[in-house]
């Protein structure tokens, strides 16, 4: 799977977090409904001073690698911390960037399960997806997958 290496800044994230696995597919359904509470419920709408549209889906306190347990947070950058909500700083450091084009599930999915079988130097820190919110169709989305690397 095509991808560049890039080197981002420290970024400020707010969202809302949860403790999952991808033991028996336990992620996926976990991660689904984290985004219909964030989405559905207007905790995205709620978070003040956001610094663009884009949503974000952060995989951080891994415990070990992708084997293990892990925090998924639905989150957007921002320029201040909010209250009531998970703040977390994601500190500056090299990625692997993989751009995807397609329905924002299915799309994130296959491309994660291709980005499992490759031989990065995965440091297991923080990784995150960018969905660009740039269409209305939702089979026509582009979205950034950002694995931390050595």
Same mark, same amino acid.
Request: charged share 25%; hydrophobic share 30%; net charge negative.
């Given at each position: 799977?095509? /991808?560049?290496?890039? #080197?981002?800044?420290?970024?400020?994230v707010?969202?809302?977090?949860?403790?999952t696995?991808n033991?028996?597919?336990?992620a996926?359904?976990?991660?689904?409904?984290?985004?219909?509470?964030f989405? $559905?419920? $207007?905790?995205?709408?709620?978070i003040? #001073?956001?610094?663009?549209?884009?949503a974000m $889906?952060l995989?951080?306190?891994?415990?070990?690698?992708?084997?293990g347990?892990?925090s998924?947070m639905?989150?957007?950058?921002?320029?201040?911390?909010?209250? #009531?909500?998970?703040?977390?700083?994601?500190?500056?450091?090299?990625?692997?960037?993989?751009?995807?084009?397609?329905n924002?599930?299915?799309?994130?999915?296959?491309?994660w399960?291709?980005?499992?079988?490759m031989?990065l130097?995965?440091?297991?820190?923080?990784d995150?997806?960018v969905? /660009?919110?740039d269409?209305?169709?939702?089979? #026509?989305?582009?979205?950034?997958i950002?694995?931390a690397?050595n």
């Open positions: 799977m095509k /991808h560049e290496i890039v #080197n981002l800044e420290e970024m400020k707010v969202g809302k977090s949860i403790i696995t033991e028996n597919g336990k996926m359904t976990d991660i689904g409904l984290a985004w219909q509470d989405i $559905g419920n $207007g905790v995205y709408n709620s003040e #001073n956001k610094l663009d549209t884009k $889906g995989y951080y306190n891994y415990e070990g690698d992708m084997t347990g892990y998924f639905c989150c957007t950058r921002v320029s201040s911390e909010n209250d #009531n909500l998970d703040n977390v700083i994601i500190p500056k450091s090299k990625y692997a960037k993989f751009t995807v084009k397609g924002m599930v299915t799309a994130v999915a296959k491309a399960s291709e980005i499992w079988k031989n130097d995965r440091i297991y820190t923080y995150f997806e969905y /660009h919110n269409s209305e169709d939702m089979d #026509n989305q582009t979205i950034d950002y694995i690397i």
